[in-house]
């Protein structure tokens, strides 16, 4: 007995499914044209948390300051620019990053802002021991950098077909000059919580120029890894030095690490890999020797990050240390 | 396998290549059906599939027992095939809730209790073909069907795929049949059925995917404001209805493509204007169900307005229940029950007012249900319902307005288009210019949308 019939021919078929995906290349290609001839809007990175910061600090970096922080996630997340500023008296700007780059990346940065910046000017190092144990970048989010930087859509070279079909289709254009423009992007978990959207995450970082991490630390046991400086990054931080002009003064700090994951030599590690630091950069770096290796784990966010407490603590003993160093009142 | 995944684009390419070749012969398509659908089924977790097999030939037996049967041992094995349905969702479903609810209690009274917790995983789909192979029996009692008795067009009727999931829960007499005779796939079948995919993704993918992070954003708020969870509420209106609309439309078209024809599961809702035509528009195939076996059978309106309210009250508090085991699922459900008892009550006032003074009314209704169904427990529920009267506003304010206009306004504007055609099939009745037009950039927003890693539907928990 017959199940079933097919009551069309393969010309209908095509009649009746080919179209609409025709209309989709044609809104792929104009997108293109439209991009090429610069009739889209300028593209802007938000659609997520680390492109939204990436891109804000970029921006930020053109603004005069007399102490310029820079560095990883930790240096956004630990320091409160603004309580430093007011407790040493000085204009601060912290260009803290969330993602993946490397020492020159925070170097350009740093000397976007010491060109801004008229008289004398500081930039301060802040980076978490992970960092330092990290011997490259992410490749693809230096690239990122690379492209907002010069305006552009942080495209890449697609890898998987999805990337493939975005970048064929103009989905992505679409995303970052017309939607990044119309609207903000919605952030999920914890920072989703405090902050809602993209543009508050903007907002809070101009506004307190630093970022509070909500997240709750728990500790959770892993293999310690002994701390040591990657050898691979003497390289990079003798190019961060001599990206920064040489009347402006350099301090290099690390932030802490939650007590419980501290090994029994963590203290004498810190040490030493601030003096390995040192050396590699040499002549006049100022090493902030007297900032915590580690604080309680009731002062973290997570093991990379201080809660809302722990910054303002630790915010404070940086602007100890940097008034000690002759920064401040 | 979700139906918005690579994964299942390349399960029905594979499977419409097989449903072709066994296009001359009725049992070939039904066993290849069959197997397509343990397969799409035994993805979640295989070791569920034996629960479905088992429970649908447990009823396949019992529905021709029952047919053959008279009197009291008819009522009996009527009972046995709702015990046992009914067991089944309260194994999986219930027994965690009962538990937790039973311990709370005992707590309360001073007392420990003192048994572990228990995590029973949740089959997906367990509600949905539950009440379809169950309300097979209760139409053959009924005398609404024959009973069948080809054991592999039943079980392919209980696990058809396109709607295996979540529904629509399909009554025995209208997609049985469809499992007996030949189907016909012509060029409109196909030009419909597309259209009801490529809607049905818009509504998942471009609506409530993205309307789902603005209501997890307000619903997990530590301190509720006014304006966040009137726009939490928005968003998960939009969410829950882009989400179970568009894997109904799914169902719809993927099944017309397949020639089979499933009933419509939602027909424009929020344009109700009264809390009545509301619950005929939202999951018709599930109120339907409680209609004929709940509502009904506990007498109706047959026995005056007391028993009516009564039995309307009841029937929405099982409907919540339904939903999922916690309490504010049965609030919910109450809820609704008590607005429809309370609408029927003010029938005579209410039926005079114009549409543009009821309208918001079942908006509200609808929307505070909806704050009870999103919240994760009751304590969540009053403090949002608090702060409902403090007139403050979280700082994303603008920002979720413009986020909710984005999706809001495309969704609304096909949703007025499709009241004004009156028919869902309104977009592939257009010219052929319109229609690929239409179709096109509904394509292109579901490409802008789409993720990677695929959001799971919301019905898929209960």
Redo the contacts between chains.
């Keep these: 007995?017959?199940?079933?019939?097919?009551?069309?021919t393969p010309t209908?078929?095509v009649?009746?499914?080919g179209?609409?995906?025709?209309?989709?290349l044609?809104?792929?290609g104009l997108l293109h044209l439209a991009g090429i001839v610069g009739l889209l809007p300028e593209p802007r990175s938000v659609q997520d948390m680390d492109h939204t910061v990436l891109s804000h600090q970029i921006h930020a970096s053109a603004t005069p300051a007399s102490i310029a922080l820079i560095g990883d996630s930790s240096c956004l997340m630990d320091v409160s620019g603004r309580l430093l500023g007011q407790e040493l008296r000085r204009p601060v700007s912290n260009l803290g990053t969330m993602s993946l780059l490397d020492l020159t990346a925070f170097a350009s940065l740093a000397s976007n802002a010491v060109s801004a910046t008229k008289g004398s000017a500081t930039v301060v190092l802040l980076v978490h021991p992970d960092f330092l144990m990290r011997p490259t970048a992410d490749p693809r989010v230096l690239c990122d950098f690379q492209a907002i930087r010069q305006g552009a859509s942080p495209s890449r070279e697609p890898e998987v077909p999805?990337e493939w079909?975005?970048s064929i289709?103009a989905?992505d254009l679409?995303?970052d000059s017309i939607?990044s423009t119309?609207?903000?992007f919605?952030?999920?978990g914890e920072f989703?919580?405090r902050?809602?959207?993209t543009?508050?995450i903007r907002?809070a970082i101009g506004r307190d120029l630093g970022l509070v991490d909500p997240r709750k630390y728990r500790f959770v046991r892993r293999e310690a890894r002994p701390f040591e400086v990657s050898p691979r990054l003497e390289g990079q931080f003798q190019a961060l030095r001599g990206l920064l002009p040489t009347h402006v003064r350099l301090d290099v700090g690390i932030t802490p690490i939650p007590e419980s994951e501290a090994e029994a030599d963590f203290g004498p590690r810190h040490s030493r890999a601030l003096k390995t630091v040192s050396e590699w950069i040499g002549g006049d770096v100022r090493i902030l020797a007297d900032l915590p290796a580690y604080l309680p784990d009731s002062e973290f966010a997570t093991r990379t990050h201080l809660s809302e407490e722990g910054r303002l603590r630790f915010t404070r003993l940086l602007a100890k240390n940097l008034s000690a160093e002759g920064l401040g009142r | 396998m979700l139906f918005n995944s690579g994964t299942f684009a390349l399960f029905f390419a594979a499977f419409a290549g097989l449903y072709w070749l066994v296009r001359n012969s009725l049992v070939g398509r039904n066993r290849l059906i069959l197997a397509a659908s343990w397969l799409f089924y035994g993805w979640w977790d295989w070791r569920f599939l034996g629960l479905l097999i088992g429970s649908s030939l447990l009823d396949h037996r019992l529905g021709i027992a029952v047919e053959e049967a008279t009197g009291t041992r008819r009522r009996r094995l009527v009972a046995f095939s709702v015990a046992v349905n009914l067991g089944l969702l309260g194994v999986f479903k219930y027994t965690g809730f009962f538990a937790e609810s039973l311990a709370a209690l005992i707590r309360s009274l001073g007392g420990t209790p003192d048994w572990p917790t228990l995590n029973i995983v949740l089959p997906v789909g367990i509600s949905f073909y539950t009440f379809q192979s169950l309300g097979y029996v209760l139409d053959i009692d009924h005398g609404r069907i024959k009973a069948c008795r080809d054991r592999v067009q039943f079980l392919a009727f209980v696990a058809f795929f396109p709607q295996l999931v979540a529904g629509p829960i399909e009554r025995a007499s209208r997609l049985l049949p469809q499992f007996q005779t030949p189907r016909v796939i012509t060029t409109d079948s196909i030009r419909t059925g597309l259209w009801l995919v490529i809607l049905g993704l818009f509504r998942k993918v471009a609506v409530a995917d993205p309307c789902g992070a603005l209501a997890d954003i307000a619903f997990a708020q530590e301190h509720h404001t006014t304006a966040g969870v009137v726009l939490g509420v928005a968003a998960f209106a939009l969410q829950i209805y882009g989400d179970f609309a568009g894997y109904s439309d799914m169902a719809r078209g993927i099944a017309r493509l397949l020639g089979f024809e499933l009933m419509e599961n939602f027909a424009l809702p929020y344009f109700a204007t009264g809390l009545r035509t509301f619950w005929r528009r939202w999951h018709i195939s599930l109120s339907e169900w409680l209609r004929d076996n709940i509502y009904i059978p506990l007498g109706g309106n047959r026995f005056g307005d007391f028993r009516t309210l009564r039995n309307l009250f009841v029937t929405m508090a099982v409907g919540g229940f339904w939903h999922g085991a916690s309490w504010h699922f049965v609030a919910w459900g109450a809820w609704h029950g008590l607005a429809l008892v309370a609408a029927f009550a003010a029938r005579p006032l209410a039926g005079k007012w114009p549409a543009w003074v009821r309208w918001p009314l079942v908006v509200a209704v609808v929307g505070f249900g909806w704050l009870l169904f999103r919240v994760p427990d009751l304590s969540t529920a009053r403090s949002m319902i608090l702060a409902l009267g403090d007139g403050t506003a979280p700082v994303w304010v603008q920002s979720a307005c413009i986020y909710l206009a984005w999706f809001s306004v495309p969704l609304l504007t096909l949703d007025l288009a499709q009241s004004r055609a009156g028919s869902p099939d309104w977009g592939a009745r257009l010219d052929p210019i319109p229609r690929a037009g239409l179709q096109g950039v509904l394509l292109f927003a579901i490409a802008v949308a789409w993720k990677r890693e695929p959001a799971t539907f919301l019905y898929f928990q209960f």
């Design positions: 007995m017959k199940s079933h019939a097919y009551n069309f209908g078929l009649t009746v499914a179209p609409p995906f025709a209309v989709v044609l809104i792929s999805a079909a975005a289709l989905t679409f995303r939607e119309a609207r903000s919605p952030l999920s989703g919580r902050y809602g959207f543009d508050q907002a």
